[in-house]
C-alpha cells in the first residue's frame, strides 16, 4: 500500500512547479506515474486528478489573460486534491 511518501513526492512536486523549478510537463508527468497510489484511492480521485492535470496542461499553451481558468486556482485545487488523498489513506490504514 503506497504509504504517505507517495503524497509527500507530489506535494514536493507542487512546490516544485510553483517556484518554478520545474516544468508542467514534467509536473505531470510526476503525478501521473503514480499509478499505485491512483490504485488505492476511489477511482473518483483519478478522474479529478487528470481533469486537473488537462486543464494545466491545456492552460500552459496560452497567456493567463487568454485562458478561461487560473493556473493558481488549478494549483489550489491540487492542494485540496492532497489534503484529502491523505486523509482517504489515513482512513484505510
Not at 29 to 51: C, F, G, K, M
Not at 64 to 71: D, N, Y
Amino acid at each position: 500500500m503506497p504509504s504517505t511518501s507517495s503524497i509527500q513526492s507530489l506535494r514536493d512536486a507542487l512546490h516544485s512547479l510553483q517556484q518554478n523549478q520545474m516544468n508542467i510537463a514534467g509536473f505531470c508527468h510526476i503525478w501521473r506515474n503514480q499509478a499505485s497510489l491512483l490504485a488505492t484511492l476511489p477511482p473518483r480521485y483519478a478522474e479529478v486528478a487528470e481533469d486537473l492535470l488537462g486543464r494545466l496542461e491545456a492552460g500552459s499553451l496560452f497567456t493567463e489573460e487568454s485562458c478561461s481558468f487560473s493556473r493558481q486556482d488549478l494549483l489550489d485545487s491540487l492542494t485540496v486534491w492532497l489534503d484529502k488523498a491523505q486523509q482517504q489513506l489515513a482512513r484505510l490504514d
